[in-house]
T-cell receptor, first 113, second 111 residues
């Protein structure tokens, strides 16, 4: 089944404790992206990647890191999480030629205390 | 600057009534617009795109360049249409591509 998976789905952590949210897709998509969803603000892009070893900042990259060493994986790293990073995070992927037709993961709900 | 505005955070209508979810955009280039939907406990998914000019689940959306709008419409709402709806604008700059998202409208269909 073609899909985007994220792990973990739920995470509660403390300020400053490094964490990684994994994202994997099995559709051979070049384009991958991370978003955060906050009430009243909709979806805001954190980082995106057009292909392996190519990443770019989105609208709200501060406090986040990403890497794209393999085509299928695009982990999101929070080196020192803070409470304002409490949010619902979505990973998405798409063909480069149809980048706007994005397939989304199920979401990861992160709480930083 | 590119921007997508969905003026209604919440829209509540009765079953069988017409629905219109508003979306306005700001973009100097040729716009390509989309509607995505997120049903309760499901993933965000593409509903329709203006290029295809299709009707999906009874919904249609017409791009109005003069009014810079891409409103989503359905003549007769059904309870299963209750969901979060996002309008998105596709932009490209210097070979980089992004989707610019609106804040979303929560649609509630009352029985």
């Amino acid at each position: 089944e073609a899909q985007v998976t994220q792990n973990p789905r739920y995470l509660i952590t403390v300020t400053g404790k490094k964490l990684t949210v994994t994202c994997s897709q099995n559709m051979n998509h070049e384009y991958m992206s991370w978003y955060r969803q906050d009430p009243g603000l909709g979806l805001r892009q954190i980082y995106y990647s057009m292909n392996v070893e190519v990443t770019d900042k989105g609208d709200v990259p501060e406090g986040y890191k990403v890497s794209r060493k393999e085509k299928r994986n695009f982990p999101l790293i929070l080196e020192s999480p803070s409470p304002n990073q409490t949010s619902l995070y979505f990973c998405a992927s798409s063909d480069r030629d149809k980048y706007a037709l994005q397939y989304f993961g199920p979401g990861t709900r992160l709480t930083v205390t | 600057a590119q921007r997508v505005t969905q003026p209604e955070k919440l829209l509540s209508v009765f079953k069988g009534a017409p629905v219109e979810l508003k979306c306005n955009y700001s973009y100097s280039g040729s716009p390509e617009l989309f509607w995505y939907v997120q049903y309760s406990r499901q993933r965000l998914q593409l509903l329709l795109r203006h290029i295809s000019r299709e009707s999906i689940k009874g919904f249609t959306a017409d791009l109005n360049k003069g009014e810079t709008s891409f409103h989503l419409k359905k003549p007769f709402a059904q309870e299963e249409d209750s969901a979060m709806y996002y309008c998105a604008l596709s932009v490209s700059m210097d070979s980089n591509y992004q989707l610019i998202w609106g804040a979303g409208t929560k649609l509630i269909i009352k029985p």
